[in-house]
């Protein structure tokens, strides 16, 4: 187990990481637990912008809510998301534009995979944010 655990990560300056990001451009690099960092993927690696590392005074994960609906007709019961996954995040630097403009991917130590699909940026009060992540990305 360990040793086909091994072949599908890749080691990189004391660093793991999934070898499907190999060929996305930027390599992760480790974050600290009030550092996030924005990138965007793209198809054509030439169109994406550099990445973006913001650090901020507090970083929180919060996952995703979901409301049980009615059962299917095999008797299985369906599951509704009531509120996206987020990074809360507070702290941010004054200049930091809270849209989510060009960027499809965040990257947080704090996120259960250590990254996810970007949705959308919501602007709380002051110099906070609510980064909503794709379930299960």
């Known amino acids: 187990m360990a040793k086909k655990l091994r072949s599908a990560l890749m080691v990189e300056r004391g660093q793991i990481r999934p070898t499907h990001m190999l060929g996305t451009g930027v390599p992760m690099s480790h974050q600290d637990d009030n550092t996030v ?20 005074g507090l970083v929180t994960y919060r996952d995703a809510e979901f409301k049980e ?13 009531v509120e996206q996954a987020s990074l ?10 809270q849209s989510k403009g060009d960027w499809t991917h965040i ?31």
Do not use: H, W
């Not at 609906?69 to 998301?81: E, L, P």
């Not at 996810?116 to 794709?134: C, Y």
């Open 69 to 81: 609906t009615t059962k299917g007709a095999d008797g299985a019961v369906m599951r509704s998301v």
């Open 107 to 137: 990257v947080s130590s704090q996120l259960p995979n250590g990254q996810g699909e970007l949705l959308g940026v919501i602007p709380l009060s002051g110099n906070r944010a609510r980064f909503t992540i794709k379930s299960g990305s």
């Open 37 to 56: 960092r924005l990138e965007a993927r793209y198809v054509s690696s030439g169109d994406e912008p550099p990445p973006l590392t913001l650090r901020c």
């Open 88 to 97: 809360m995040v507070s702290g941010l630097p004054a200049n930091f534009n």
